[in-house]
C-alpha cells in the first residue's frame, strides 16, 4: 500500500480482451445482508465504558447467548460513548485533520508543497515537515520509531483494539535496500513481542520492500505468461496456490517474457530467503505476518511469494502468513473462490484480508493508455458487493473449516452486514477466527462500535521517520480528498461529541 508510479517499461502495445475482464464468478453464497435484522438496528443499550478493561482481555465466554447479546449491540449512533476514551484535544485534531483531508483544493495544495521545490530549501522543508508531523503524521501514523508505537498500541490496548504493526517503508530497488528493510520488519516482530500479550494482532509486510521491484515485474509477467501458456516452464517455480482465474487481465504481459537471468535467479533466491527469515521469527512469536496487496504490475509475484510461504508455514488450522485480496479488482472473487479450493486441496489453513483496494487512479489510468478497459468493477455498487460476497463467503468458510480472515474497511454498512453474519454463524469474540480492521486514524466510530458489540478489531498502524512514511500520509490524504463516505461519517459525529463537550463545559 506504498505511493508509487506505474514504470514506463509497461506502457507499451498491450492489447487486452474485455470479455474475459467481465466474466462472472460462478459460485453462489449466501448473501451477507441475509443477516437477523435486529443487528442492522442500532439499538441503543447501556454498554460497558471504555475506560473499563476492555471485554476482550477476559476469558472468552462460551456462552452463545453472551455473544448473541454482544453482537446485537452494534450501535454506531451514540457519539458520547463511541468516543469516551478520546480525549477532547485528539478528537480535535482528528476532526481537523479529516475535515482538512476531505477539502479537495487543500489536498491539492499541500501535494503541490510537498512536490515543489520550496521543499530543497532547508527552512521551508523544516517548518512543512514540523507541521506535517503535529497533524497528519501523528493522526495517521503510530509514531516514529518502535518505542513510540509501542506507546500506542498500549493506549489501543486499553480502549479495547489492537493494533497491526506496520514498518512504513518504501519499495525497495537493489538487495541492499531489500536487506536494510527486512531488518526494520523483524524488528518489528521483536517490539510486537515485547507488547502486551494479544495486543499486536499482526506484523504487516510489503514484498515490494524485500524484492526488488524490478524483479517484481519479471516474475509477475513470467507468471502471466505461464497462465497465458501453461507449456512455459518456470524452473525456478515452488509450489503455490493458484494467482490468477479466467477472468484475471494480462494485458501487462504482451510479449513472450524472457527467462529469469542466473542473476536474476540468484536475488529471487535471496528475495525468498528473506521472506522465509521473516516468517521463521514470526512462527517463533506466534505473531502472524499479513501481506499487503499492491497493483497489478507486480501482485501476482507478491501472491506468489504469498501462497507459497503460507503452504510452507500455515499448518493446524494455525494460518502464520496471510494474503490480501482487492474486491475492487473484477476477478477478485472468482480468484479467491479458486485459492481457497487450491488451499483445501492442499490441507493449507489460508488467511486472508478482505479490502476494497487503495490503486484505484493508477489502475484505471494504466489500462486506459493501453488500450483495454479498467481492471476495477464498473460502478461502486459492484465494489460494494464484490466485498460483502467475498466477506460472507469467508465468514462461512471459516465458521465450518479452517483459516482466518481480517475485514479491512471503513465502510459502515460492510461493517454492520459482516457483524450480522458472523452473528447468524455464531462468531464474535469466542472465535477468534475473524478480525475487523481500520487504518489508524480513520473510522474511530466503526472501530470502537465493532469492539463494544464484542469483536475483535485492529489498527492498522505505520511507524518510521516522517520523511520513510510520507507516500503513505500523501495517499491518505489523497484517498481521502472529497468527502470520502467513510470519513464523512466519523467527522459527523465527532463534531457531534465535541459539540456536547463544549456544552458540557460552557453550562
Ligand atoms: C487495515 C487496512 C488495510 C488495507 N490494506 C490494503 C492493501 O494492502 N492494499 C490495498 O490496495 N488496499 C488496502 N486497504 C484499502 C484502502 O486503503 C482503502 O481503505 C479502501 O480502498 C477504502 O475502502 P473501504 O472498504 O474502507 O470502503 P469505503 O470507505 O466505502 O471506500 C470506498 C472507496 O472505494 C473506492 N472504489 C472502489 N471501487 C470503486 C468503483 N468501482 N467505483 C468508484 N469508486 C470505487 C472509492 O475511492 C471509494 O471512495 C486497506 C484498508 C484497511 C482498512
Redesign the pocket.
Known sequence: ?ATRVIPPRILKNIKYNTATATATATATTKPLNSAHPSILSSTAVALPSLYEKADHQKPPSSSPVTTAAKSSLLNLDDAEKLFSSVSTSKLLRSSAVLHATAMGPMVDFGMWIMKSRLMQTGVMKDFVMAAIKKTFFENFCAGEDAADAGRSIRWLNEVGLRG?LVYGVEDAHDNEGCDRNLKGFLHTVDVSRSLPLNSVSFVIVKITAICPMQLLERVSDLLRWQQKDPSFNLPWKQDCLPIFAESSPLYHTQKRPEPLTPEEEKDLELANQRLLELCQKCVKANIPLLV???HTTVQPAIDYFTYSSAIMHNKDDNPIVYG?I?T?LKDAKERLLLTAKGADKMGVPMGY?L??????STESKLAESLGYASP?????Q??HKC?NDCSSFLLEKIANGPGNVVL????VE?GKLAAAKAHDLGMGKVNHKMEF???YGMSEALSFGLSNAGFQVSK?MPFGPVEMVMPYLLRRAE?NRGL???SGFDRQLMRKELGRRLKAAVF
Open positions: 500500500m497491526m499487503d496487496a499492491e490480501t482487492q475492487y484480508k479490502v476494497r483496494g487503495a490503486y484505484m476495477i468493477h464498473n460502478t461502486i459492484a465494489t466485498f479491512a474497511t471503513h465502510n460492510s480492521a481500520q487504518l492498522y484517498e470520502l463516505a467513510a
